[in-house]
């Protein structure tokens, strides 16, 4: 008789108590993330022990393909000991045995083990032996690896992750560039606010310059309110505002100034020089500012990123911003923002999302820029439930995701 039990219906107190204080939790697998992917059915399911403690989770999202047939997937799931055999056995057997009642043909999952963590720009560690254990117990209840693949669009979640580790003083953590570029934008007057729902309008359209500006399409409006009614207590949303009139008017009265002091005949050799160069300096950055002031009229909002904390980890999820502002730097200063309002309340760790594993591509170099620590995960796996049909089923799902590559 096993001393477990399987549950495919876990009360939401229960479940989210046992994932975020998990070393594998990820907001991924959170409860409410069923709420989130509302295209897809699920199970939120779990395993408890003899004693009624739940020791196995998994929110398990269900897809149907052509044929009445279904996939399940867990993203960066599911949440267990996989090192423990019998327990990693048992769940997927169970999972399975659900799955066939479904008509599901494989079940996809991903889940938050860590192969190697390493400073970027620091030289590659081997790959965690433990890791690579629990790699061979995955594959011994008959999952397929897809390897250590390289680049994003080879798996559902990307392999590759850069994040922040907790500090007391982000302006000493990044590289002296980084803060100079926090200080232009502090300079030229941008300033960053956490805001409520209202601010969703105006994030959206920041976005949406975004996905003009990369030739790519993200999320609208009404999925980043889904976010923040998903997760009410544990979503920010920063905006990054300036009036480019606050900054033009400082320029000029710097002009004024000076040159009242190249008027003055006590002005010496030296202090002349610097006048005319501090001139110079506003007068040229007045000119570059000239389509800015004739294209935007009062306060803007130039930049935004919205975040979501689930356990001790906080999500960036989207950030965006207006390139017609791109030398007011308002990302630094908006990033930097984001960093130290997530570890002043109490998360461990910022996860900036999925870069390419050559960590060459343009968000690796971005993401550098605040000396991050490089996350590779395990990787994705496929469990066969309908062997017969396994192979075509895969083919159906990769045509399937790139269909319906913004669901």
Not at 136 to 153: E, L, M, W
Request: glycine fraction near 6%.
């Amino acid at each position: 008789m096993s001393i477990y039990h399987f549950e495919i219906n876990i009360q939401k107190e229960d479940y989210n108590k046992f994932v975020e204080n998990h070393p594998y939790c990820n907001l991924l697998q959170s409860y409410q993330w069923a709420d989130v992917k509302k295209n897809w059915d699920h199970l939120h399911t779990g395993v408890y022990d003899e004693n009624h403690q739940l020791v196995a989770a998994g929110l398990v999202l269900i897809k149907s393909l052509p044929f009445g047939f279904t996939m399940f997937y867990l993203p960066r799931g599911p949440i267990l000991d996989y090192k423990n055999k019998p327990l990693l056995k048992y769940y997927f057997s169970e999972l399975k045995r659900i799955a066939k009642k479904r008509h599901c043909l494989f079940i996809k999952f991903d889940p938050e083990i860590h192969m190697r963590d390493y400073d970027f720009g620091t030289e590659q560690p081997e790959m965690d032996p433990e890791s690579m254990k629990i790699l061979d117990n995955i594959q011994s209840v008959g999952a397929f690896h897809h390897g250590f693949t390289t680049y994003i669009a080879e798996t559902a979640q990307a392999r590759f992750h850069m994040g922040v580790r907790k500090n007391d003083d982000m302006d000493h953590h990044v590289p002296r560039s980084t803060l100079r570029s926090k200080n232009v934008a502090i300079r030229k007057h941008v300033h960053v606010d956490l805001v409520d729902r209202s601010g969703l309008d105006e994030f959206a359209k920041v976005m949406h310059m975004t996905e003009q500006r990369k030739n790519v399409q993200l999320r609208n409006e009404e999925y980043f309110k889904l976010l923040m009614e998903t997760y009410p207590d544990t979503t920010y949303l920063f905006l990054a505002s300036v009036d480019p009139q606050d900054r033009k008017s400082e320029l000029e009265e710097t002009i004024k100034n000076n040159q009242e002091k190249l008027d003055s005949e006590e002005l010496g050799n030296k202090a002349r020089k610097k006048a005319n160069q501090e001139i110079q300096q506003a007068q040229q950055e007045l000119d570059s500012m000239k389509e800015i002031l004739d294209k935007y009229q009062g306060p803007q909002v130039i930049a935004g990123g919205l975040m979501i904390g689930y356990g001790k980890t906080v999500e960036m999820l989207y950030a965006g911003m207006n390139e017609d502002f791109r030398t007011f730097r308002p990302q630094y200063l908006t990033y930097m923002t984001q960093f130290s309002y997530a570890f002043e309340h109490g998360y461990d760790y910022v996860t900036m999302g999925g870069v390419e594993g050559t960590l060459k591509d343009g968000l690796s170099v971005y993401k550098s820029n605040f000396n991050p620590v490089v996350n590779e995960f395990i990787g994705e796996f496929d469990l066969p439930v309908n062997k017969i049909l396994f192979k075509p089923a895969q083919k159906a799902y990769e045509m399937l995701k790139k269909r319906n590559s913004s669901d």
